[in-house]
């Protein structure tokens, strides 16, 4: 199945600063998915995104497709960013397959 | 976006006993829908993919008669985790999928289980 790597795997964030996450995988996709899993375990979807650019607030992402790999960008981190970052792309008809996500802390 | 519900969100139960969890997708028809599990600090594992009205498949490593899955209609799947034992303790986080295929994948909150 497809492989999925992130990084980094953690990452410690000023207030205020930026960052960018990186996403590679090892297939062509058909969807790729960012979210957040907050303290409690919630996933949020943050982008829906198989190929492109996206922005929705200080979040951005963007997929190149036919390079297999996405990034997610954070400008301005706020300490409720904090959290794990799992990118999940999908091949063909099968499920999101995880990667192992990026632990971000952003503090005071 | 679109609701997925999970009940119980955390259960404790003894050793032996057996657990059951539902997930439910609230404003579309999912004929898919699938079940993860993921331990402390770790990423998401696909245990299963459930299939309204046939049998779940399973991932390789997932034993079919501990976790029995049942998807009886298009809006209710639910994992029976049988004669649980300690090492069944997770956090479990069930997904619906549109019928399209195509589209975003939406995760329930997700159900704590710990087995003493």
Known sequence: ?108 | GAVVSQHPSRVICKSGTSVKIECRSLDFQATTMFWYRQFPKKSLMLMATSNEGSKATYEQGVEKDKFLINHASLTLSTLTVTSAHPEDSSFYICSARRPTGLETQYFGPGTRLLVL
């Open chain 1, 1 to 108: 199945g497809i492989q999925v790597e992130q990084s980094p795997p953690d990452l410690i964030l000023q207030e205020g600063a930026n960052s960018t996450l990186r996403c590679n995988f090892s297939d062509s996709v058909n969807n790729l998915q960012w979210f957040h899993q907050n303290p409690w375990g919630q996933l949020i979807n943050l982008f829906y995104i198989p190929s492109g650019t996206k922005q929705n607030g200080r979040l951005s992402a963007t997929t190149v497709a036919t390079e297999r790999y996405s990034l997610l960008y954070i400008s301005s981190s706020q300490t409720t960013d904090s959290g794990v970052y799992f990118c999940a792309p999908r091949s063909g008809n099968t499920p999101l397959v995880f990667g192992k996500g990026t632990r971000l802390s952003v503090i005071a």
